[in-house]
């Protein structure tokens, strides 16, 4: 069966090392479903830790999508000028990074490749996963909500009794919230339930 080629869209990760895995499955759902993955890493996803090294994951985003891994503010910042994308996702989208986001800094290869892409009103959909989602962060994300071109996937309370602050996306919705996006439109419902532990119910997305 020949698959559909859906076009280029930027693929970013930041530090949320516990979440780096989930990430690159993401990308690579993504890919079998005919999307061509642009690989970014952030300064901090580079660093190594005990969920494995930079270089590591450096190598298997490249494996998984079959392009160089741009890590560099000069390596993404003619993303959006040259129309090399449609969007941008960023999975996972750590704390630092929303608040970098918010406050319009982009001294990262994240925030420099969301700038680029913002510039030619290209969406941009954020994955969370942060542990103070629900504390410090939860400004930031409530900022976000009233920009333009910044859509989430749903997310929830991940572990709500260990850590009741934190949120995190659920990453099998990640391609139909980026095919919303594209469309200028937010999958809702955005927050989404638990039951004792992360359990969310994927088929009852729709989009608004």
Same mark, same amino acid.
């Given at each position: 069966?020949?698959?559909?080629?859906?076009?280029?869209?930027?693929?970013?990760?930041?530090?949320?090392?516990?979440?780096?895995?989930?990430?690159?499955?993401?990308?690579?759902?993504?890919?079998?479903?005919g999307w061509e993955l642009l690989p970014v890493m952030s300064f901090a996803a580079r660093q190594d830790s005990r969920f494995g090294t930079g270089d590591h994951w450096r190598q298997s985003l490249q494996e998984v999508t079959g392009h160089p891994v741009l890590d560099s503010l000069q390596g993404v910042e003619p993303l959006g000028p040259?129309?090399?994308?449609?969007?941008?996702?960023?999975?996972?989208?750590?704390?630092?990074?929303? =608040? &970098?986001?918010?406050?319009?800094?982009? +001294?990262?290869?994240?925030?420099? *490749? !969301?700038?680029?892409?913002?510039?030619? /009103?290209?969406?941009?959909?954020?994955?969370?996963?942060?542990?103070?989602?629900?504390?410090?962060?939860?400004?930031?994300?409530?900022?976000?909500?009233?920009?333009?071109?910044?859509?989430?996937?749903?997310?929830?309370?991940?572990?709500?009794? =260990? &850590?009741?602050?934190?949120?995190?996306? +659920?990453?099998?919705?990640?391609? *139909? !919230?980026?095919?919303?996006?594209?469309? /200028?439109?937010?999958?809702?419902?955005?927050?989404?339930?638990?039951?004792?532990?992360?359990?969310?119910?994927?088929?009852?997305?729709?989009?608004?």
């Amino acid at each position: 069966m020949t698959r559909q080629k859906k076009g280029p869209v930027v693929f970013a990760v930041c530090g949320s090392f516990c979440t780096l895995r989930r990430g690159l499955e993401a990308a690579q759902e993504l890919v079998e479903q005919g999307w061509e993955l642009l690989p970014v890493m952030s300064f901090a996803a580079r660093q190594d830790s005990r969920f494995g090294t930079g270089d590591h994951w450096r190598q298997s985003l490249q494996e998984v999508t079959g392009h160089p891994v741009l890590d560099s503010l000069q390596g993404v910042e003619p993303l959006g000028p040259r129309q090399l994308a449609q969007g941008l996702v960023v999975a996972p989208c750590t704390g630092t990074t929303l =608040a &970098k986001l918010a406050a319009g800094i982009s +001294d990262t290869p994240v925030t420099m *490749a !969301a700038k680029s892409l913002l510039r030619v /009103g290209k969406p941009v959909v954020l994955a969370v996963s942060t542990n103070d989602g629900l504390g410090a962060s939860g400004e930031n994300i409530a900022r976000l909500y009233q920009r333009k071109h910044y859509y989430f996937v749903p997310y929830g309370q991940d572990d709500a009794a =260990a &850590k009741p602050q934190s949120l995190k996306a +659920d990453f099998a919705l990640l391609p *139909a !919230a980026l095919e919303a996006a594209l469309q /200028g439109r937010q999958l809702q419902p955005v927050l989404l339930g638990q039951r004792g532990g992360m359990s969310f119910q994927p088929e009852q997305n729709v989009v608004y």
